[in-house]
């Protein structure tokens, strides 16, 4: 259920972090880290992806382990797609 609540949330730039995100996590999260991505994925779209492209500072009460695994995600599927101008390094 997560998995398809991550990429089904109707804010496409979101659903690309999130919908791959929890295919690769999800399934190894404990329970602790379910709850806390359930949580955030209860966050309004424009919050969130802000939050994780860091346009804007996160709250505190988000900011924490799950928060930097989002950030260290969207940073290697960045590198994996290259810096748009031909390059993949």
Do not use: C, N
Request: proline letters at 7%; a negative charge; charged letters at 30%.
């Amino acid at each position: 259920m997560l998995k398809l609540r991550a990429w089904r949330r109707g804010f496409r730039e979101a659903d690309l972090i999130l919908g791959p995100f929890a295919d690769q996590h999800v399934a190894t999260f404990s329970d602790e880290q379910l709850d806390a991505f359930e949580v955030l994925l209860e966050v309004p779209d424009q919050d969130l992806y802000g939050w994780i492209l860091e346009r804007e500072p996160t709250p505190p009460e988000f900011d924490g382990p799950l928060m930097d695994m989002l950030k260290a995600f969207r940073d290697q599927a960045h590198k994996a797609i290259g810096d748009g101008t031909g390059s993949h390094g």
